[in-house]
């Protein structure tokens, strides 16, 4: 028989608006490099979008990592600062898709509609889950958000490997991007299912 406890973060109450300027004030500086780096409208926005979507990339991994430490963690105010740190990413993902949107007009990008729709939910999913998130009492539900996001993100990144997005070269930050949301799959898995709540035994 054993027991083990999961990892518990300090319980402190996480400042949204100081994070979430920083966040916006991230995403100004990058759409700053790309307009003095690059003359052409269409240039600016593909790289605005190119580095702004890695950026994303990050804040996902940062807040998911979040959520799969608290997993277990019951106390009052945890799924609060989840809230805050999910409406940081929202607000700086629908940035990042200003950013794409401008890419795709400018350059004139083709659409693929079955890829379109599964992208679309997918910013529905982040733009409405801050709203929802406190009435969804079973937190095993909200693994659905996190997963489908990364889903989105591993296809997304795998297209650019393949060579299905017009104006990108495969690169090594493509593989570290589809890598690294794999393996947070795995260890955060581990760290929501694997983990026994404190004083739970393993027969």
Same mark, same amino acid.
């Given at each position: =028989?054993?027991?083990?406890?999961?990892?518990?973060?300090?319980?402190?109450?996480?400042?949204?608006?100081?994070?979430?300027?920083?966040?916006?004030?991230?995403?100004?500086?990058?759409?700053?490099?790309?307009?003095?780096?690059?003359?052409?409208?269409?240039?600016?926005?593909?790289?605005?979008?190119?580095?702004?979507?890695?950026?994303? +990339?990050?804040?996902?991994?940062?807040?998911?990592?979040?959520?799969?430490?608290?997993?277990?963690?019951?106390?009052?105010?945890? =799924?609060? %600062?989840?809230?805050?740190?999910?409406?940081?990413?929202?607000?700086?993902?629908?940035?990042?898709?200003?950013?794409?949107?401008?890419?795709?007009? +400018? %350059?004139?990008?083709?659409?693929?509609?079955?890829?379109?729709?599964?992208?679309?939910?997918?910013?529905?999913?982040?733009?409405?889950?801050?709203?929802?998130?406190?009435?969804?009492?079973?937190?095993?539900?909200?693994?659905?958000?996190?997963?489908?996001?990364?889903?989105?993100?591993?296809?997304?990144?795998?297209?650019?490997?393949?060579?299905?997005?017009?104006?990108?070269?495969?690169?090594?930050?493509?593989?570290?991007?589809?890598?690294?949301?794999?393996?947070?799959?795995?260890?955060?898995?581990?760290?929501?299912?694997?983990?026994?709540?404190?004083?739970?035994?393993?027969?």
């Amino acid at each position: =028989m054993s027991v083990s406890a999961p990892p518990r973060l300090p319980e402190k109450s996480f400042p949204l608006f100081p994070w979430l300027l920083g966040g916006v004030l991230l995403e100004v500086l990058i759409l700053g490099y790309s307009y003095m780096s690059f003359d052409e409208p269409g240039e600016v926005f593909r790289h605005a979008a190119r580095y702004s979507g890695r950026l994303s +990339l990050f804040v996902y991994l940062f807040v998911f990592s979040y959520f799969a430490l608290t997993y277990h963690n019951t106390s009052s105010g945890v =799924m609060e %600062n989840v809230r805050r740190l999910v409406s940081i990413f929202c607000v700086m993902h629908f940035i990042h898709f200003g950013f794409l949107a401008m890419n795709v007009y +400018l %350059n004139e990008i083709p659409l693929v509609p079955y890829k379109l729709a599964g992208g679309a939910l997918g910013y529905l999913m982040i733009l409405l889950y801050p709203f929802f998130l406190t009435s969804i009492k079973r937190k095993a539900w909200h693994n659905i958000y996190f997963y489908y996001l990364g889903i989105v993100m591993i296809l997304t990144y795998l297209a650019r490997i393949k060579g299905e997005f017009v104006g990108v070269t495969a690169g090594p930050i493509h593989y570290f991007g589809m890598g690294s949301v794999l393996l947070a799959f795995v260890v955060y898995a581990y760290l929501m299912l694997g983990w026994k709540k404190k004083g739970e035994a393993d027969v």
